[in-house]
């Protein structure tokens, strides 16, 4: 076993999980091992955790719920972080909702219509965790993190926990200032306001009634693959490129919609990034469009 996971199982920073497959915890079910997986179980394991990995010179990178990244087949060198109970919790205070970084946004949403609270509707479908969705500015149904979002707790590289407020993380359309610097969301305070439970729960079927119809829900996948370009939408794009269906190995542009591509069962990160390339030279040369990808390639190739 290499060193540095050697000396993490001793340092009581979490659970520590050598060589652990990568297709566990990703919506593609997609990925090879990591090396070493660590899952801290409150903020401070957290930046202890950050502080050692830096300390040591490790190279890690954190998943959420592995709903928006393509893991290598060859897997990741380095250290996996994964939020553990003691980062996953919400709770509510008035008109603001406070959550940690592993917490599922799904449930987040869910807990606020129930509490009469309006402004994460548009959450209700996106299946990652709140740490992934402030990363990604997450959005739906056209509103988006950036729209409610108050403070986030943020361990930087060096372990150093820092408060960053909207206008620190720097949103945009998929982005955050969190993909120039890297950090890990601890905890996120969100501003709601507050509405009638009977509409915000009507919305929010109304949302899931759409996308059941529009999404391959019960494919493997993770959510679009490219970003949409200026004024236009990939999957219209895609379609009209006639590519619904076009199969590399076990990966295959939706059916149902032509910016996701589900695993058929035994799909492979290859398979997948063959099938994004042959659907960028396609749209490109129809089109004269670039298609840039919004899912995220991790790992070694
Ligand atoms: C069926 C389906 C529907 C989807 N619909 C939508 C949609 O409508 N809108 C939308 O925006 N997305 C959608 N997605 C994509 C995805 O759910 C979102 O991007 C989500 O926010 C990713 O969260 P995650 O926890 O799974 O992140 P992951 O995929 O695990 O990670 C994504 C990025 O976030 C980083 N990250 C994760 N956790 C943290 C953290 N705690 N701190 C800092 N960085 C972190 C990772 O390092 C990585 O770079 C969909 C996906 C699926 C499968
Ligand atoms: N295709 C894929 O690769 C994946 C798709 N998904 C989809 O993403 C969505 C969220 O997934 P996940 O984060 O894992 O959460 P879950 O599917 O675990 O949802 C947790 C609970 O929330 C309910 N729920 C989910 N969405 C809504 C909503 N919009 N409004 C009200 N209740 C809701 C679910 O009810 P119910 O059981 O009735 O949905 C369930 O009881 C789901 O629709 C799931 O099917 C998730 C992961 C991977
Ligand atoms: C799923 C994601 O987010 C989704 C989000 O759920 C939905 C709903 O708000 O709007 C965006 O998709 P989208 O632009 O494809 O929206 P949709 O409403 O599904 O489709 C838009 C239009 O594209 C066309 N369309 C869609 C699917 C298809 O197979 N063919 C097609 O031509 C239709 O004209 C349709 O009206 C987000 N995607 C991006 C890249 O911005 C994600 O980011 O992972």
């Known amino acids: 076993m290499q060193h540095w ?27 090879g091992p990591a090396d070493a997986m660590v899952v801290p179980e409150n903020p401070g394991q957290l930046s202890r955790l950050v502080r050692l990995l830096h300390e040591e010179q490790v190279a890690w990178m954190v998943v959420g719920k592995g709903s928006n ?12 972080i994964r939020l553990g109970s003691g980062l996953e919790q919400i709770e509510f205070d008035g008109n603001e909702a406070r959550a940690g970084g592993g917490a599922s ?11 009469g609270l309006t402004g994460l ?15 990604m500015n997450a959005g739906a149904h056209g509103s988006d993190v950036s729209r409610i979002f108050k403070s986030a707790d943020i361990v930087l590289e060096t372990g150093e926990l820092v408060t ?15 993909h120039e610097q890297r950090g890990i969301v601890a905890k996120a305070e969100f501003m709601l306001a507050s509405g009638d439970r009977l509409e915000v729960a009507a919305a929010m079927a109304a949302y899931k009634d759409r996308r059941r119809k529009t999404q391959p829900l019960q494919q493997p996948c993770a959510g679009s693959v490219f970003r949409n370009p200026p004024g236009d939408h990939s999957a219209r794009l895609i379609e009209a490129a006639g590519l619904k269906g076009l199969r590399v190995g076990g990966a295959e542009v939706s059916t149902l919609h032509a910016n996701f591509i589900v695993n058929t069962g035994q799909a492979t990160a290859e398979d997948v990034l063959t099938l994004m390339e042959e659907i960028k030279a396609a749209v490109k040369g129809k089109f004269g469009v ?6 995220f390639f991790v790992g070694e190739r």
């Open 5 to 31: 996971i050697s000396n993490l199982t001793r340092q009581g920073v979490g659970t520590v999980l050598p060589n652990e497959p990568m297709s566990k915890y990703t919506t593609w079910k997609i990925g």
């Open 69 to 80: 990244m393509l893991v290598s087949d060859q897997g990741i060198r380095g250290c996996v």
């Open 105 to 115: 946004f799904v449930r987040l949403s869910i807990m606020a219509g129930k509490q």
């Open 121 to 135: 509707e548009f959450a209700g479908g996106i299946p990652g965790t709140v740490g992934g969705a402030v990363y």
């Open 164 to 178: 960053y407020t909207a206008e620190d993380m720097k949103f945009d359309y998929r982005h955050s200032v969190l």
């Open 290 to 295: 670039t298609l840039v990808p919004e899912v």
